[in-house]
């Protein structure tokens, strides 16, 4: 890991301060090394787990595979608006490509005798939770998107998930290309109630 990747490493209390989602657009190359992918991936999967299901799973998306995807995702747009131009069938082509990586977080959470599926769905949404905190802390910046074709059943099928299976979002991955403002947080008195 470069000396400006270990400078980038903060304690935890300010990466929780500092995490913001950027603009898409903002996000740049270079993405996360191999090896710094996995350990962000390692970290996304240690999330609570009732049952030790892992009622989740990972979809990489990365160089051409970007493209690929991105072809599937557009041609289910052309089909269900035949009168889009070519210029808007191209903004469906570029989904995944917009950042050096996509990470698809697939909920496949299901019926258990005793774990509710409510608890599975919400263990993988902890590991997006985690994914887009070990990208932050790594030096990067990341965006958890769920667009159009996250819900649609022939993307998610031209996508490589099974018919049970959902996405519950596609972190988008870079190098921040430009400072972010922080959105406007709520205030603690407007969301905290005591019993």
Request: proline share 7%; aromatic share 6%; glycine share 6%.
């Amino acid at each position: 890991m470069s000396d400006a990747k270990t400078a980038s490493r903060i304690d935890a209390l300010t990466l929780l301060k500092t995490r913001k989602s950027p603009k898409i657009f903002d996000l740049a190359s270079p993405g996360p090394s191999p090896a710094e992918l996995a350990e962000m991936l390692a970290i996304a999967s240690r999330v609570p787990d009732h049952g030790k299901l892992a009622p989740w799973r990972f979809v990489v998306f990365e160089g051409e595979a970007r493209e690929r995807a991105g072809e599937a995702i557009a041609a289910v747009f052309a089909q269900d608006h035949p009168e889009a131009d070519a210029d808007r069938v191209a903004i469906e082509r570029t989904r995944l490509s917009r950042a050096p990586l996509v990470v698809g977080v697939v909920s496949r959470a299901g019926p258990h005798v005793k774990i509710p599926e409510w608890e599975q769905t919400l263990s993988g949404a902890a590991a997006c939770t985690l994914l887009v905190l070990a990208a932050h802390a790594l030096g990067y910046a990341a965006t958890w998107l769920t667009e159009w074709y996250a819900y649609d059943p022939r993307t998610r099928a031209a996508l490589g998930l099974a018919e049970n299976e959902r996405f519950i979002g596609l972190v988008h991955i870079g190098t921040l290309g430009r400072p972010q403002e922080d959105r406007p947080r709520p205030a603690l008195s407007d969301i905290v109630t005591r019993f």
